[in-house]
C-alpha cells in the first residue's frame, strides 16, 4: 500500500498568515491528490482536486501544487473559518489513502 | 445543487449487521460513482469501497474484503453500503461521497452516519 504523511501534524497561525501544509507520497502518485478540509462534527470538502484544481465556489485563497510523491497546500491569507483540519487524499492506486490530517488552531 | 442524504444514526450489537443509505439528488446518479468511507472517533478517514452506479460494478478496500457489500438503487437514486459481523472496532461516522468516473476523488459528501456497535 501507499503510504501518506503530512507535516506538520498540527499548526498555530494567525488570521492573515501564510499556511503551507505538506504531503508526502510513499510512491509516485502523478497528480491523483486531493485536498479536504473538515470541521469537527462536519464531513470532510474538497478544497483541490488533481493536485493543483481548484474546487468550485471555494475561496481562491487556497492553492495546491506537486506532483509525483511531494505536494502542498497553501492557505495565502488565513481567515477565521479556515481553522480545521486538513487531509490529503491519494486516489492513484488501491487501497485509496489518506493522510493523517493537519489541524489547523488559533494562534 | 448535488446533495447526497444518508440515513439515521444506528446502534447494533456485535455480530450484527449494518445497512446505511444514501440518497442522490442535483445531478445524473448513473453518470458517476459512490465512494463510502468511514472515520472512527480522532482518526483519520479510511476508505471503504466504490459503486459504478452506471453499471453497478464495485471495488473494495481488502480490509472488508467477505464483510462489506456495496449496492445501488437507480430508480431511487441511492446508494447502500452494507457492514457485516460488526465488531466494536467498526463504530465510526459512514459517509458516502460522490467520485467522478474519470477521476475517481470525492467532490461532494453526505452528512455522515454514526454508526455504534456495542453490547
Known amino acids: 500500500d501507499i503510504q501518506m504523511t503530512q507535516s506538520p501534524s498540527s499548526l498555530s497561525a494567525s488570521v492573515g498568515d501564510r499556511v503551507t501544509i505538506t504531503c508526502r507520497a510513499s510512491?509516485?502518485?502523478?497528480?491523483?491528490l486531493g485536498w479536504y478540509q473538515q470541521k469537527p462534527g462536519k464531513a470532510p470538502k474538497r478544497l483541490i482536486y488533481?493536485?493543483?484544481s481548484l474546487h468550485s465556489g471555494v475561496p481562491s485563497r487556497f492553492s495546491g501544487s506537486g506532483s509525483g510523491t511531494e505536494f502542498t497546500l497553501t492557505i495565502s491569507s488565513l481567515q477565521p473559518e479556515d481553522f480545521a483540519t486538513y487531509y490529503c487524499?491519494?486516489?492513484?492506486?488501491?487501497?485509496?489513502?489518506f493522510g493523517p490530517g493537519t489541524r489547523v488552531d488559533i494562534k | 445543487q448535488v446533495q447526497l442524504v444518508q440515513s439515521g444514526a444506528e446502534v447494533k450489537k456485535p455480530g450484527a449487521s449494518v445497512r446505511v443509505s444514501c440518497e442522490a439528488s442535483?445531478?445524473?446518479?448513473?453518470?458517476?460513482?459512490m465512494q463510502w468511507v468511514r472515520q472512527a472517533p480522532g482518526q483519520r478517514p479510511e476508505w471503504m469501497g466504490w459503486?459504478?452506479?452506471?453499471?453497478?460494478?464495485?471495488k473494495y478496500s481488502q480490509e472488508y474484503q467477505g464483510r462489506l457489500t456495496i449496492t445501488r438503487d437507480t430508480s431511487a437514486n441511492t446508494a447502500f453500503m452494507e457492514l457485516r459481523s460488526l465488531r466494536s472496532e467498526d463504530t465510526a461516522v459512514y459517509y458516502c461521497?460522490?467520485?467522478?468516473?474519470?477521476?475517481?476523488?470525492?467532490?461532494?459528501w453526505g452528512q455522515g452516519t454514526l454508526v455504534t456497535v456495542s453490547s
Open positions: 487524499l491519494q486516489h492513484n492506486s488501491y487501497p485509496f489513502i
Open positions: 510512491q509516485g502518485i502523478s497528480n491523483d
Open positions: 442535483g445531478y445524473t446518479f448513473t453518470n458517476y460513482a
Open positions: 459503486i459504478n452506479a452506471g453499471n453497478g460494478k464495485t
Open positions: 488533481a493536485a493543483s
Open positions: 461521497a460522490r467520485s467522478p468516473l474519470f477521476l475517481l476523488d470525492f467532490d461532494f
